[in-house]
């Protein structure tokens, strides 16, 4: 069965600093890859998408991610993080024959402090 | 106005009761879905459906009924309420095919106590 693992539940960081945030899944085969944000009170907003190609994408909000097959991961990255990252991050994975059906991780709690 | 809108934003139901959450989109999406979040389990999907008519259980089906008579509108319905549906709800929807960008657009959440 396909799963999704976030390690980290909550992650503190100082503005400006950099942020990582892990994902790791397992499934079969390569499976389409996103990072979604969810702001206190409201929906989930895609960051980036990972489909083929490219393993270094390029999201909103100055984000990134990479897409490594031999560890099975795909970690989203942000050279220097505002106050306004303060959010909630959530990695989700869809077979490529499964289309919209995610499966979501738990989730990371970022705290930004000044 | 424009985007997907659920409704109500928040519902306190007792245990025994029906409850229906509305969820409602104007971009013609094909797909549509129903996740709820609930802490430590991230987002779990409840039913989806890829066109009016057509829906098909998620990963967490039992004790939710949906139906889409109309391409917009797809309502989530709880027929005897438990405390363990007391969750956050959230609509989403999509449009596959060529068009397909794989971003699922979500609404901002339907927050249901069960008491």
């Known amino acids: 069965a396909q799963s999704v693992t976030q390690p980290d539940i909550h992650i503190t960081v100082s503005e400006g600093a950099s942020l990582e945030l892990r994902c790791n899944y397992s499934?079969?085969?390569?499976?389409?890859l996103f990072w979604y944000v969810q702001s206190p009170g409201q929906g989930l907003q895609l960051l980036l998408k990972y489909f083929s190609g490219d393993t270094l994408v390029q999201g909103i909000k100055g984000f990134e991610a990479e897409f490594k097959r031999s560890q099975s991961s795909f970690n989203l990255r942000k050279p220097s993080v505002h106050w306004s990252d303060a959010a909630e991050y959530f990695c989700a994975v869809a077979g490529t024959d499964s289309w919209g059906k995610l499966q979501f991780g738990a989730g990371t709690q970022v705290v930004v402090t000044p | 106005d424009a985007g997907i809108t659920q409704s109500p934003r928040y519902k306190i139901t007792e245990t025994g009761r029906q409850v229906t959450l509305m969820c409602h989109q104007t971009w013609s999406h094909s797909y549509m879905f129903w996740y709820r979040q609930d802490l430590g389990h991230g987002l779990r999907l409840i039913y989806y459906s890829a066109a009016a008519d057509i829906t098909d259980k998620g990963e967490v089906p039992d004790g939710y009924v949906v139906s889409r008579s109309k391409t917009e509108n797809f309502p989530l319905t709880l027929e005897s309420a438990t405390r363990s549906q007391t969750s956050v709800y959230f609509c989403?929807?999509?449009?596959?095919?060529?068009?397909?960008?794989?971003?699922?657009?979500f609404g901002e959440g339907s927050r249901l106590t069960v008491l």
């Open positions: 499934y079969g085969a390569t499976p389409y």
């Open positions: 989403a929807s999509g449009l596959a095919g060529a068009s397909n960008t794989g971003e699922l657009f």
